[in-house]
Each structure stands twice: as C-alpha cells, then as structure tokens.
C-alpha cells in the first residue's frame, strides 16, 4: 500500500497542476487548423480533442517511463526536487500562454526537472545520453520533419485536387480534417499526459511509496489523463489564435496535411519513447503547410517570436526550477514560501489576462498584421502548384492588388 507524506500529497496536487495547464496550453496544438479554417465549431472541437486526450492516456507508458527511469537518477532525486521542478514548468507554460506563443510544456517540464536536480544533486544526476538522444534532437527534428511532410502533403493534396469539384472537395477536406484532428488529439495524449504521470513515478519512488524502475500506478494514468483532459476543454483560445492566424492562413486542404503530418510525427515518437514537444511538431507542419501552398504566406514575424520561446523554454524553466529548489532547501518553510509565490505569480497571470479575454468566441479574429511574403516565402510558393479551382495559366494575383481591389468594391457598395 502507497504511503504518502505531505511533501508528496503537495507534489502529486503540482503535477496535475501542471497537467492541467499542459492541456489548455497544448490544445492548439489538435484544435487550431480545425477552429481556424470552420471545419469545426471550437466549443465541439475543444470537447472532442478532450475526450481523446483522455483516451490516449492509457495507450502506452513508454515516454512515461523515459521520464521516471531515464532522463535524471532517481537516488539523487527528493519529492522537493520534483515540486520545484513543477513550479518552473507552470510559470513558463502561463507566461507564454498570455502572451499567445506555442512554446512546449514538455520542454518546460524537462528544464525544470533538470535544473532542479542539477541545484539538488549536481550535473552528474542528469543522463546527458537521454537528454540529447530523446529530448533534444528530437526537439530539432520533429518541426523540420512534420514540416517538410506537410509541405509535401499539401502541394500533392492542391496537385490531385486541382479538377475536383470546389464545395464536394472542401466538405470533403473538412471532414478528414475533423477525423486528423482527433488523431492528434490522441496523440497528445499518448505523449503529454505521460510526462506528467513519469514526473509522479518519480515522485512515489523519491518518497518511498513505490519501488524504484516502477511503472506507472493505474491511479496516476487516470488522474494524469483527466487532468490534462480537462484542461484540454478549458481551452487555450490565446494559443489557438496565434497558431490558426497568426502563423499562416490555412485552407481544408492545408489544415489536413498538416495535422495528418503531425499526428504521424507525435504518435512515432510515443512508440519509441521519444519526449517530443508536439507544440514543435504541429507547429512546424502548421508552416510547412502554409509554405505548401502557391501564394501561401508564413508570418516571420510571429514565427520568430515562437523560435525564441521555443529557444528559452529550457533554461529559464531550469533556472526557476533550480530557484526554488535552493528555495525548498531551506526546509518546510521554505517549501511553503514557493508553494505561495507560485499561486501568486499565477493568479497575477490570470488577472492581467482579462484586460484582453480571447474566448470562442472571438478566437477566429485575426489579431496578427498581415506582412508581406519574405524571400523564403515567395521561393516556395513560386515551385508550389495553385490550389484548386485556379487554372495554371493564371499568374497569381499579388496580395496588395488584391486587397487593393476588395477595398475599391467596399467602398463602391
């Protein structure tokens, strides 16, 4: 029978916690291709992308497992360690959710476990093989190869699709995104909620409650996937935004490729144990399919700004995770001074986030200025066919002569 001290009852709470906060940070990640381009309506979509969450929960314990026997020794592990680690992780996935940027909870997660443990037990605690071989190259890899995949998917959907009939042909795209949209969502849930469930293994073992190279509880798995369930319905309408308009625009067509592409991606790396960030991973398919398109923009701009996220998750997640772990170090009181100033931070977060609410409601508003095609851009959508209902021979109609002439027709009407 499980024996549960209050540090340990305190980090089971923080990590679902922060499962919770990975499922609302992350439903973009399923959900925004599908609300951007109408084939769903986002309350249904948000629901959906839930329940399969949920499901894929207990469809593998691999990454789990990676978390809790590979990426830090478990004898140098304390359930403070664990606790700190979690705060590191939530500041950064709520700090980047109010600014509306994609960044990844996994990666989040991982720096604060790491800088924690390095603060606790010192460098050698942490395997580097695991980190480079199951973190880190596939952080690298997975956008470039979602990417690249989608970019092809859609060129050849726009290829094939080019003599299909225009409403029967997008009806149909809407529906294989619905169904792509699901596969993601299980996805996520066969990679993401098994972070969390690895993070309370780990936790049981530091604390005693569990044997050491345990798998996870069936307890954990269920309270993992209801978690990050939930917060998956609660819905991260800031995240969504920027991924479904502020990246790119995205047609049916578009939207299929890409999240096909992600799912196979995501689902590839559950089986072989990989922590992949399937932010990185739909995010890169979300442009490659943008660049996929003939007169297609990706906005750079934007793009950038998630580059940079994606380039500070793991260490300022690590440095706050090390913090309070120094913090905690000092004792109980120590422990509690961190516990309060992370329901602070947070419930600040949330404060300043309802000087601007994005909801359902108004997800699909297009918060990003539109900026011109850059070199990048117009190389790729140069070589890339037009999509459907265009005819070949046609020269693509520059952006600026077509907001030109929509503008000369409202003002006539």
Do not use: C
């Not at 359930?79 to 500041?91: D, R, T």
């Not at 309060?340 to 409601?361: C, G, N, P, Q, Y």
């Amino acid at each position: 029978m499980e024996s549960f001290s209050l540090i340990l009852a305190i980090v089971v709470v923080t990590a679902l916690a922060f499962d919770f906060t990975n499922g609302f940070h992350d439903t973009a990640n399923a959900m925004a291709t599908t609300i951007s381009t109408g084939a769903m309506r986002p309350k249904a979509a948000v629901a959906m992308s839930a329940v399969l969450n949920l499901v894929g929960a207990f469809l593998s314990v691999e990454v789990a497992n990676t978390i809790s026997k590979g990426l830090v020794d478990e004898a140098g592990i304390r359930p403070e360690v664990i606790f700190a680690a979690l705060v590191g992780a939530i500041l950064w996935n709520l700090l980047t959710w109010l600014v509306g940027l994609p960044s990844s909870s996994s990666h989040a997660l991982m720096g604060g476990l790491i800088g924690a443990t390095i603060a606790s037990a010192g460098v050698g605690a942490v395997h580097g093989d695991v980190l480079v071989t199951k973190v880190l190259i596939p952080a690298i890899a997975a956008p470039l190869v979602a990417g690249l995949a989608a970019m092809l998917a859609t060129r050849l959907t726009f290829s094939l699709g080019r003599k299909a009939e225009g409403k029967a042909s997008e009806k149909g795209y809407r529906a294989g995104q619905i169904a792509s949209a699901g596969l993601v969502s299980l996805a996520h849930g066969t990679n993401d909620a098994q972070k969390t469930m690895g993070v309370i293994t780990l936790a049981l073992v530091a604390g005693g409650a569990v044997a050491p190279d345990s798998d996870p509880p069936t307890w954990v798995i269920l309270s993992a996937g209801v978690a990050i369930a939930l917060g998956t319905y609660l819905g991260g309408w800031r995240i969504i935004r920027t991924m479904g308009k502020g990246l790119t625009d995205l047609q049916p067509q578009q939207g299929f490729a890409a999240q096909t592409s992600a799912a196979t991606v995501i689902l590839a790396s559950s089986h072989l144990g990989f922590s992949l960030s399937t932010t990185h991973s739909v995010s890169g398919a979300v442009m490659g399919a943008g660049l996929g398109r003939k007169g297609g923009v990706v906005r750079w701009s934007t793009a950038t700004r998630m580059f940079v996220a994606w380039g500070l998750t793991l260490p300022a997640a690590a440095l706050v995770g090390a913090l309070a772990e120094y913090v905690t170090g000092f004792g109980d009181w120590g422990t509690a001074v961190v516990a309060v100033f992370l329901v602070a931070s947070s419930a600040a977060i949330w404060k300043i986030s309802r000087r601007e609410v994005v909801d359902h409601t108004n997800v699909n508003d297009t918060a990003a200025e539109e900026e011109p095609a850059g070199v990048v851009t117009t190389a790729m959508a140069a070589v890339t066919p037009p999509p459907a209902g265009t005819t070949a021979d046609a020269p693509p109609i520059p952006a600026q002569a077509t907001a030109e002439r929509t503008h000369s027709t409202t003002t006539t009407v």
